[in-house]
């Protein structure tokens, strides 16, 4: 579950994501008022007239160096979304042009042969200085090739006053069909596209919440704008509409249909399991809606006063998840009347039933066998556990050691073409390990005492006294065929939201010699 302050947070802003920008002018005019600032305001012990002279040769030479310029920056037609209304006419919006050093280069670190590190050894985070963006290198721990993607101070659009940039969430899938694009998120509410294979920011994009690839197009992107399912075509900037979800229930004032933030559609893109939410932001009801026939298939009016922290379809889509904040009694298990904790519906919301008490972070894959399961840090017994969604039975598959310090969970999912597998990324306040999973990445094999691959320390520090460290935890996504990871990390500057985007790249042989272990 996301925090409760997060969303509330994000809920009340308005939904459009470009409206969350706040103008600031050009970056290198923001770096001279900056400058001028700790002169005036800071140097006590600088007499009026130095600082007047300092003041006047800095901004002179900011003049000459061309800081008054427009940003070179090319450009393309995209169509901005209205938030309500008939569609708006068509503005410009920048593609970034990329810096020399994002030139092709490959993401292979020098004589890159892995050893993968499978042991439960304790390996300290190694002191390292935050790596430059776009320039790989090797982890001195777990030997994998890591890469900074994005550059929090060159990437952003010259409007967008973000601190950080990142993957938007474990359970999400950033990279498209084909790997040849990444979506990032900038902690304002922004998007960005990116070239999946030279790094390079290539456009933002006006989009607004919850945007999902399509399993098959790699140029599709779904995005949430409030009742309505739209699609973002990438190489032409165009929108089109795909369902309103406000004629599916008439008579009520819907605000938005969504997933809240954390679901995603079946791995074919063509169920979506959705939720209604009024304009108090409560929930009115669940849907299902099949993209292919363009329908809602099943419809389920809710307790308003029942407050679901997410919904997501299964992977396959045979399965609906509510997450709800509520947990459910040791003694008294939730049902379809008093929903609580993990309600379980089948694919026409029907035989709802209450499979976890209480649940933690979770994410939704598939077994070695193909069975669609869901893996869950599980409150009750301190474990990471896999639940079966077909016959409900509870797999206890590693356990947590919270003896020494509280520590964050986060599941991905999404490698659908690895079954069996889960990837798992972890984040706590301590800048040195107590455990072995402290501060990690790591692959988990989806069976009792299963095989764990380690790839690297995240070198976040989130301390949860902190508000701002929420957009360090890494929150770590894998892509299809488990040989791309994203991260994001605060590089020990927690409490900042400067934080910014890792790329793991694993051999395309790692999963073959797995499997043949």
């Not at 002279?53 to 090319?74: H, K, P, R, S, Y």
């Not at 992977?315 to 929903?339: Q, R």
Request: glycine share 6%; hydrophobic share 40%.
């Amino acid at each position: 579950m996301a925090r409760l302050w997060k969303k509330q947070l994000l809920k009340r802003l308005p939904i459009k994501a470009s409206s969350l920008a706040i103008p600031r002018g050009k970056v290198r005019f923001n770096k001279l008022l900056n400058l001028v600032s700790l002169i005036t305001c800071c140097s006590t012990w600088i007499s009026w007239r130095r600082r007047s002279v300092l003041i006047l040769f800095f901004t002179l030479g900011f003049v000459a160096c061309g800081g008054w310029q427009e940003d070179n920056i090319a450009a393309t037609t995209v169509t901005e979304i209205p938030t309500h209304g008939p569609q708006s006419e068509i503005k410009n919006k920048p593609i970034i042009k990329p810096g020399a050093d994002a030139e092709l280069i490959g993401i292979r670190c020098a004589s890159y042969e892995p050893a993968l590190v499978t042991d439960l050894e304790i390996h300290e985070v190694p002191l390292k200085k935050e790596p430059s963006a776009r320039v790989p290198f090797q982890d001195p721990v777990f030997n994998t090739c890591i890469v900074r993607v994005t550059d929090r101070f060159s990437d952003l659009s010259p409007d967008d006053p973000s601190l950080g940039l990142k993957n938007e969430y474990s359970r999400v899938q950033s990279f498209n069909a084909d790997d040849s694009l990444i979506l990032v998120y900038s902690i304002t509410g922004n998007w960005y596209i990116y070239d999946g294979w030279n790094l390079s920011p290539r456009v933002q994009i006006p989009i607004d919440v919850e945007p999902r690839w399509d399993f098959k197009d790699p140029d599709l992107l779904y995005f949430i704008t409030d009742s309505r399912l739209m699609a973002y075509r990438v190489s032409t900037g165009s929108t089109d509409l795909i369902h309103n979800f406000g004629a599916d229930l008439p008579g009520e004032k819907i605000a938005m249909v969504w997933t809240r933030y954390e679901g995603s559609p079946s791995s074919d893109s063509r169920y979506w399991g959705l939720m209604a939410e009024d304009e108090d932001w409560h929930p009115v009801a669940l849907l299902i809606y099949d993209l292919e026939t363009d329908q809602v298939i099943a419809k389920r009016m809710v307790d308003r006063e029942k407050d679901i922290d997410s919904v997501s379809i299964s992977t396959l889509g045979n399965y609906f998840l509510a997450f709800h904040d509520d947990y459910c009694d040791t003694d008294s298990p939730g049902d379809e009347t008093n929903p609580c904790g993990l309600m379980v519906y089948d694919r026409y919301l029907q035989n709802g039933v209450n499979l976890v008490r209480i649940i933690g972070h979770s994410d939704l894959t598939l077994d070695a066998n193909g069975k669609e399961v869901l893996v869950f840090q599980d409150i009750d017994t301190d474990y990471i556990s896999m639940l079966e969604l077909d016959s409900g039975e509870i797999t206890a598959l590693v356990p947590i050691d919270f003896s020494y310090s509280a520590l964050g969970f986060h599941f991905s999912g999404n490698a659908v073409q690895m079954p069996g597998w889960v990837l798992v990324s972890t984040s706590n306040g301590a800048k040195s390990s107590a455990t072995w999973m402290d501060d990690q990445i790591f692959a988990l094999e989806l069976k009792q005492n299963g095989r764990i691959v380690r790839f690297a320390h995240t070198h976040s520090v989130v301390d949860e006294s902190q508000g701002h460290d929420y957009w360090a935890e890494p929150h770590a996504s894998v892509n299809t065929d488990f040989t791309r990871i994203l991260f994001t990390s605060n590089w020990g500057r927690h409490g900042t939201e400067e934080v910014d985007m890792y790329l793991i790249q694993l051999p395309d042989e790692w999963t073959k010699s797995l499997t043949n272990e």
